[in-house]
């Protein structure tokens, strides 16, 4: 578990089902993501996936409910995943119920998660993607301290169409410097 002034980031539980359900069911939640449609069956799904890839002692995931202490139950998740051990490197990706845009929960919740990655798991690069038309994904991105590094052409399909993508990348002592030298992290 993570904790951030806000936010406690904490493994899913089976009794985050009914929460998941009810805001990644919605089109604005997964309009970006290269993931079909979303059903209770397929969030359901989801759940018991990451359940199981949580149990694994070898995991190379790790995704993290992001629980406001104000409101009590989850309201996202933040997931990190090791891409190479040789390299040390990881990508990120996160996702929010709509109904909590705008509060900073994901800013929060993801630098949270860098820190995590550079100094629990001792990655020293990190790497995540976001659609050219999500700006408030890329805003996260680049107010976690991350640059863009360049544009992916038709690189994700999304339900029949090919969308480009934005590359966003920070090293360790990136983040170890933005985070020293400003009083509350990167912004």
Same mark, same amino acid.
């Given at each position: 578990?993570?904790?951030?002034?806000?936010?406690? /980031? &904490?493994? /899913? !539980?089976? %009794?985050?089902?009914?929460?998941?359900?009810?805001?990644?069911?919605?089109?604005?939640?997964?309009?970006?993501?290269?993931?079909?449609?979303?059903?209770?069956?397929?969030?359901?799904?989801?759940?018991?996936?990451?359940?199981?890839?949580?149990?694994?002692?070898?995991?190379?995931? +790790?995704?993290?409910? #992001?629980?406001?202490?104000?409101? %009590?139950?989850? #309201?996202?998740?933040?997931?990190?995943?090791?891409? *190479?051990?040789?390299?040390?490197?990881?990508?990120?990706?996160?996702?929010?119920? *709509?109904?909590?845009?705008?509060?900073?929960?994901?800013?929060?919740?993801? &630098?949270?998660?860098?820190?995590?990655?550079?100094?629990?798991?001792?990655?020293?690069?990190? @790497?995540?993607?976001?659609? #050219?038309?999500?700006?408030? *994904? @890329?805003?996260?991105?680049?107010?976690?301290?991350? $640059?863009?590094?360049?544009?992916?052409? !038709?690189? $994700? /399909? /999304?339900?029949?169409? +090919?969308?480009?993508?934005?590359?966003?990348?920070?090293? $360790?002592?990136?983040?170890?410097?933005?985070?020293? *030298?400003?009083?509350?992290?990167?912004?």
């Amino acid at each position: 578990m993570l904790r951030t002034e806000r936010l406690l /980031l &904490r493994p /899913l !539980r089976p %009794g985050d089902l009914e929460h998941l359900q009810r805001y990644a069911t919605r089109p604005e939640f997964y309009r970006y993501l290269p993931i079909p449609e979303q059903t209770r069956e397929t969030v359901a799904t989801f759940l018991e996936q990451q359940l199981a890839e949580a149990a694994r002692p070898d995991k190379k995931t +790790w995704v993290f409910g #992001v629980e406001p202490f104000d409101v %009590g139950r989850i #309201v996202g998740t933040v997931r990190i995943t090791i891409v *190479s051990q040789e390299e040390h490197t990881a990508d990120m990706g996160y996702a929010l119920d *709509s109904d909590f845009y705008r509060r900073g929960y994901m800013r929060e919740a993801a &630098r949270a998660v860098l820190d995590f990655g550079f100094h629990e798991l001792g990655l020293r690069r990190i @790497w995540a993607t976001a659609d #050219v038309e999500n700006r408030a *994904s @890329w805003r996260v991105l680049e107010r976690i301290g991350m $640059k863009r590094e360049r544009s992916l052409q !038709r690189d $994700k /399909l /999304l339900r029949g169409a +090919w969308r480009d993508s934005y590359l966003y990348t920070i090293l $360790k002592e990136e983040f170890d410097s933005a985070t020293t *030298s400003a009083p509350n992290g990167p912004d």
